[in-house]
């Protein structure tokens, strides 16, 4: 039997966080596991009275690609691919993962590779996506490799996905619009301000928003949502930061991540697990050294850490910072193949300073904006 939840999901993304119109170019993309939410999603576009396209991918063919691809293979960027990035409309990616470790062996350095060829598609994307060319949005299909990851049984990831994107089952999107509305009051205060300090666990940084724009994020690119977030300025943090869950890329568990940051750019790196890999990954250009967001997660629904960025980074209470490249509608000149999401719990005696007032402490927002 068909969860219900799968359609109304569908029904959201389509009318709400992409507003898709007639006779826009829709492309669908996402692992053939995402079938149900994929099909949903294309119903609902057709309905819509749109152009879809679905480019699925095949399980298992990433791994033969890294285990066989030459490093001129590794480097070649597929025409249609290119195409899709400079034509579509709207475009709609759906996680959904057999195996989410299946990756975890391959030579860092061919994924280094990849990652550079991709570079200028992925700056496609981001620079349509800021002139408003673009609407994209992106979730997750449970699956079971995701379950296990989480430390919970198929059925339970279910409710927690669903739950996490339509907190109100009834109405979702009156819902993400109260949470904009909310969320707004901040970014707006916020505006005008220069200087950032986060303050927590084996962390004292500070950072410059000098003439950045916070973006409120309330279930339109990500599904489910629960963040505002900005571009720092690319040469201003110093500092110290530890991260306090395991940062997690290209399927890659790295533990016990300490940067240390000078005018910048990460001068010095360690972690307790897959340092390795970090380091390599560091060096994939000269833009994955130096920030490209800073953000405040406030999804109070999402408390636990699953291992996947999509939602581990919502977590009310936390604060995240992406290496790499940075989202130009912030501000953000950042640019990069990577952007890798690492998250700090600030639930703890965490504080984060604007200029010099108090905006959060123990994970909850000090300021009275009501």
Known sequence: MKDPRIQRLAEMMVQYSTDVQPKQKVLLR???????????????????????????SLPGAAEIFYKIASDDQLGFVPEPVKLAMETFDVMFNVIADENTRVLNNVDPHKMVLASRASEPVTRMFLERA????????????????????????????????????????????GYWKRVHAQQQKICDW??????????????????SIRGRKFINCACHENVPDGEIFTGPVEDSANGTVYFSYPAIYGGREVEGVRLWFENGKVIKAK???????????????????????????????????????????????SFHMALGSGYPETGSVNQSAIHWDMICDLRDGGEIWADDTLLYKNGKFALDLS
């Open 190 to 207: 916020l505006d005008g301000k220069e200087n950032v300090h986060v303050i927590g666990k084996e962390t004292d940084l500070t950072l």
């Open 30 to 56: 996402g692992s053939a596991v995402a079938q149900p939410l994929l099909l949903a999603i294309y119903q609902e576009v057709l309905q819509a009275g749109a152009y879809p396209f679905l480019m699925p």
């Open 271 to 317: 972690a307790s697990k897959n340092e390795d890999f970090l380091l390599k990954t560091l060096d994939t250009d000269e833009g994955s050294r130096y920030l490209g967001e800073f953000a405040i997660g406030t999804n109070e629904g999402i408390t636990k850490f699953t291992r996947e960025i999509l939602f581990d980074e919502k977590i009310g209470g």
């Open 130 to 173: 800021a002139r408003g060319e673009l609407k994209w949005s992106l979730t997750l299909f449970p699956t079971q490799a995701h379950a296990q990851d989480a430390e919970m049984s198929l059925t339970e990831f279910e409710d927690f996905v669903y739950q996490a994107c339509m907190p109100d089952m009834n109405d979702p999107v």
